[in-house]
């Protein structure tokens, strides 16, 4: 059986952008199939926000071209900006309504029918599990419920498109986990999701595509499985009462010694011979941390990556 070939959702070729003549975005070569989940990873100061600006219209690149599902942002900014969905992280909810009001309200404010915002809301509190508190007025939800609600009200219009920027600070376990199985949800509905976070695990929970920026560059895309294969590795770490030891095979990182260039099975053979070395009972040795190749080590060799500027 052929594997469904999807639509692009958004294109990007050779974006250039600067303030005050330094460079924020490189060359941005990008391309996201519809329905996609995209984490969008990198450092501060990267040009991730300055990257969904773009992608959102907010922002006017110097150079290059940009198409959302299949037609030139440039000159189609009215008729394209209905199919995206924005959740900043920072909550834009109206403490004084309720639930259903809320989503009701930026329905209406989206420009929906009555028979659309009714269809559209039986919709959004399904997948964001949000029935049994539609009633509720936002200011009496917690934190996560709050989230829900917040990320929901991105898809009160006619959204293909959706970012969603830390959908699940502050929030509790149960939610942070209705958050990422709506996500999933929309992805299988055809919805492109956009997802920024810090909290590494969660692009592991969705299995997300990962697009990687480092100092305006794009310097890696792939599946979860291709980024984990070509750059995550374990680790073992050595923490030490006092002063830390130099030992081969090792390096100093916060306070700690981190393991050089491991392999996934050669841990058992470097701290044998570490602990085995004379050197070492000169020391306190206080704990000992196995790493295991996750999201996590891979975003760190990638930080360490040298990254080559051809511009």
Do not use: C
């Amino acid at each position: 059986m052929e594997e469904k070939i999807m639509p692009l959702a958004i294109k990007l070729r050779q974006v250039h952008k600067q303030f005050d003549e330094r460079p924020i975005l490189k060359g941005i070569d990008l391309e996201i199939k519809q329905g996609e989940i995209i984490g969008l990873l990198g450092p501060n100061g990267a040009g991730k926000s300055t990257l969904i600006k773009i992608m959102t219209g907010l922002v006017i690149p110097d150079s290059g071209e940009i198409w959302l599902l299949n037609r030139l942002f440039s000159k189609n900014k009215h008729q394209l900006r209905k199919y995206l969905g924005i959740a900043p992280q920072e909550l834009g909810i109206y403490p004084q309504l309720t639930v259903k009001q809320n989503l009701q309200s930026f329905g209406a404010f989206s420009g929906l029918s009555k028979r659309q915002i009714k269809e559209k809301y039986v919709q959004v509190i399904a997948v964001f599990d949000l029935k049994k508190i539609e009633n509720q007025k936002a200011e009496n939800l917690s934190d996560g419920q709050k989230r829900r609600l917040h990320s929901a009200i991105a898809l009160m219009n006619q959204a293909k498109i959706i970012f969603l920027d830390e959908p699940t600070v502050g929030a509790d376990v149960d939610s942070r986990n209705q958050i990422i199985r709506a996500v999933k949800e929309l992805s299988s509905q055809g919805i492109t999701v956009i997802y920024t976070t810090h909290y590494l695990q969660e692009m592991e929970d969705l299995e997300a595509k990962i697009v990687f920026l480092n100092h305006g560059i794009l310097q890696t895309t792939g599946s979860l499985e291709e980024i984990l294969q070509q750059y995550a590795q374990p680790s073992l770490e050595l923490y030490f009462e006092g002063q830390l030891p130099d030992l081969k095979g090792w390096k100093e990182e916060n306070g700690h010694l981190k393991s050089i260039g491991l392999k996934n099975n050669s841990y058992v053979e470097l701290l044998q011979e570490t602990l085995g070395n004379p050197e070492i009972h000169k020391y306190q040795l206080t704990n000992i941390k196995f790493l295991k190749a996750n999201l996590e080590s891979a975003y760190h060799r990638l930080l360490e990556k040298r990254i080559t500027d051809e511009d």
